[in-house]
Nanobody
């Protein structure tokens, strides 16, 4: 089993910044087979949506709404992924979930963290 623990959420004014962190722990066998880690956002009444994703090799994918403002990075040695959020807007508000996708040979469904609340006030 892999446990994902997020931190860094909170309340911030529009234009401010936050940095989210997600640490993966547990089965080394599974952790080594993580292909991509990412951050998803969910607001009440809507589906969870991808915010940013990064592969083990460092390739990134960001939602259009956050390009130029958010940066995703990872430290493979620490099994940690970060989301630096700058120039925050009220529409960035939501619960941010960390996600880990595995290589096909791991035969595991994606793992999810418990979520961390980000609230941006106007």
């Amino acid at each position: 089993q892999v446990l994902l623990v997020e931190s860094g959420g909170g309340l911030v004014q529009a234009g401010g910044s936050l940095r989210l962190s997600c640490v993966a722990s547990g089965s080394i066998f599974s952790i080594l087979r993580i292909n991509a880690m990412g951050w998803y956002r969910q607001v009440p009444g809507k589906q969870r949506e991808l915010v940013a994703r990064i592969t083990r090799s460092g390739s990134t994918d960001l939602a259009d709404s956050v390009k130029g403002r958010f940066t995703i990075s990872r430290d493979n040695a620490k099994n940690t992924v970060y989301l630096q959020m700058n120039s925050l807007k009220p529409e960035d508000t939501g619960v941010y979930y960390c996600n880990a996708d595995y290589r096909a040979d791991a035969k595991k469904p994606p793992s999810w963290g418990q979520g961390t609340q980000v609230t941006v006030s106007s």
